[in-house]
């Protein structure tokens, strides 16, 4: 089973601020199967990127994903009030889904 | 769309079977999977299904207890869950791979999900 480690697991930002989040895999995945989602309280995860770094519908270019092999990056250029929430990373293998644990992202 | 329902205050060692309607899609057409999330944790993959639903895949953590399931001609999916534990407590999604290709390169993702039910399990 392939193991994704995001970091930090919370991150302190204002708005407008750069956001960085990391996903870490235990070995190789490809990309086209590593996706981010963006949950909020009470609410269901809301897709945001696939295939590592394209947009789904509907989201805004302040989005951005990048990253190969063991090391992919979700990167919101600058905050806006409504981007403050937990973000995970998935990824597809061998027939198994796993998630990253999640980074909170939480205004300073 | 997708509307889960089913979910409940169910005691340990009990059933329950989940279910997740579907509408304003071609069913048939998509792989299905529940996804859960206990109380303040993270996301975890449970469970999926072919659209045809004759393959099936499970997390390790439910293997043997969980059974997935579809009814394509009432665009619903299901999930029997036995012997249930306290560890089983959680927001129960259904959410849709669309399995979409493009420019020679396919893609597995989850791009719709429901609501969520809650399933407690409590004596």
């Known amino acids: 089973e392939i193991v994704l480690t995001q970091s930090p697991g919370t991150l302190s930002l204002s708005p407008g601020e750069r956001a960085t989040l990391s996903c870490r895999a235990s070995q190789s995945v490809s990309s086209a199967y590593l996706a981010w989602y963006q949950q909020k309280p009470g609410q269901a995860p809301r897709l945001l990127m696939y295939?590592?770094?394209n947009r789904a519908a509907g989201i805004p270019d302040r989005f951005s994903g990048s990253g190969s092999g063991t090391d992919f990056t979700l990167t919101i250029s600058r905050l806006e009030p409504e981007d403050f929430a937990v973000y995970y990373c998935q990824q597809y293998a061998i027939s198994l889904w796993t998630f990253g644990q999640g980074t909170k992202v939480e205004i300073k | 769309q997708l509307l889960e329902s089913g979910g409940g205050l169910v005691q340990p060692g009990g059933s329950l079977r989940l279910a997740c309607a579907a509408s304003g899609l071609t069913f048939s057409s998509y792989a299905m999977s529940w996804v859960r999330q206990a109380p303040g944790k993270g996301l975890e993959w449970v469970s999926t299904?072919?659209?045809?639903?004759?393959?099936?895949d499970y997390a390790d953590s439910v293997r043997g207890r969980f059974t997935i399931s579809r009814d394509n001609s009432k665009n619903t999916l299901y999930l029997q869950i036995n012997s249930l534990r306290a560890e089983d407590t959680a927001v129960y999604y259904c959410?849709?791979?669309?399995?979409?290709?493009?420019?020679?390169?396919?893609?597995?993702?989850?791009?719709?999900w429901g609501r969520g039910t809650l399933l407690s399990v409590s004596s």
């Open positions: 295939g590592a770094s």
């Open positions: 959410a849709k791979d669309p399995w979409y290709c493009s420019g020679g390169i396919c893609y597995h993702y989850f791009d719709l």
């Open positions: 299904i072919s659209g045809s639903g004759d393959s099936a």
